[in-house]
T-cell receptor, first 114, second 110 residues
Framework: DSGVTQTPKHLITATGQRVTLRCSPR?????VYWYQQSLDQGLQFLIH???????AKGNILERFSAQQFPDLHSELNLSSLELGDSALYFC?????????????FGEGSRLTVL | GQQVMQIPQYQHVQEGEDFTTYCNSS?????IQWYKQRPGGHPVFLIQ?????EVKKQKRLTFQFGEAKKNSSLHITATQTTDVGTYFC??????????FGSGTKLNVKP
């Protein structure tokens, strides 16, 4: 158990819909990273938050947005969903702000868009 | 932007054989990390390398960081079925982005 909690574990929805994925980092960790993993693919970096502020953006679509709240949990919002958005979305946390240190991954939220 | 490439994409070995995966970055890395993702699981941190030319060992696993800090390798000696999974390298780009390599999927046949 990494200490990172992601909900929901599974989500099935239709094209055009909007979903919110939630991540609770390990106690005390200030950084939250979001990654997308399509079937049998690598981990695509989406976005990084540190202590409530956006630190870095990867190849995140404009239809996607995220935020980190004062209690440090984070949400990833995916809207106008397309079939290609079906993937496993991982959240990872770290006690540090950026370029070093272990990332602790949650178990992921599997999104299926029909 | 930074790219982190890994080879091979897949590797099938007989139990007891050795395995190596290679990671190459288009830019110099301040550090490199390795993660293992078991089938159906999430990535789990294995190790971080920081120094140029650094070599670290964890039991049957040997990790190396290149002299130029642009490449790294993970070598597993005498693979076991418990080694099955996908191995990722990961490195920061210096701007708070943490990029993962494409991964090497290891299958070990008993």
């Amino acid at each position: 158990d990494s200490g990172v909690t992601q909900t929901p574990k599974h989500l099935i929805t239709a094209t055009g819909q909007r979903v919110t994925l939630r991540c609770s980092p390990r106690s005390g960790d200030l950084s939250v990273y979001w990654y997308q993993q399509s079937l049998d693919q690598g981990l695509q970096f989406l976005i990084h938050y540190y202590n409530g502020e956006e630190r870095a953006k990867g190849n995140i679509l404009e239809r996607f947005s995220a935020q980190q709240f004062p209690d440090l949990h984070s949400e990833l919002n995916l809207s106008s969903l397309e079939l290609g958005d079906s993937a496993l979305y991982f959240c990872a946390s770290s006690p540090l702000g950026g370029n070093t240190g272990e990332l602790f991954f949650g178990e992921g939220s599997r999104l299926t868009v029909l | 932007g930074q790219q982190v490439m890994q080879i091979p994409q897949y590797q099938h070995v007989q139990e007891g054989e050795d395995f190596t995966t290679y990671c190459n970055s288009s830019t110099t890395l301040s550090n490199i990390q390795w993660y293992k993702q078991r089938p159906g699981g999430h990535p789990v941190f294995l190790i971080q390398l920081v120094k140029s030319g650094e070599v670290k060992k964890q039991k049957r696993l040997t990790f190396q960081f290149g002299e130029a800090k642009k490449n790294s390798s993970l070598h597993i000696t005498a693979t076991q079925t418990t080694d099955v999974g996908t191995y990722f390298c990961a490195g920061p780009d210096g701007f708070n982005k943490f990029y993962f390599g494409s991964g090497t999927k290891l299958n070990v046949k008993p």
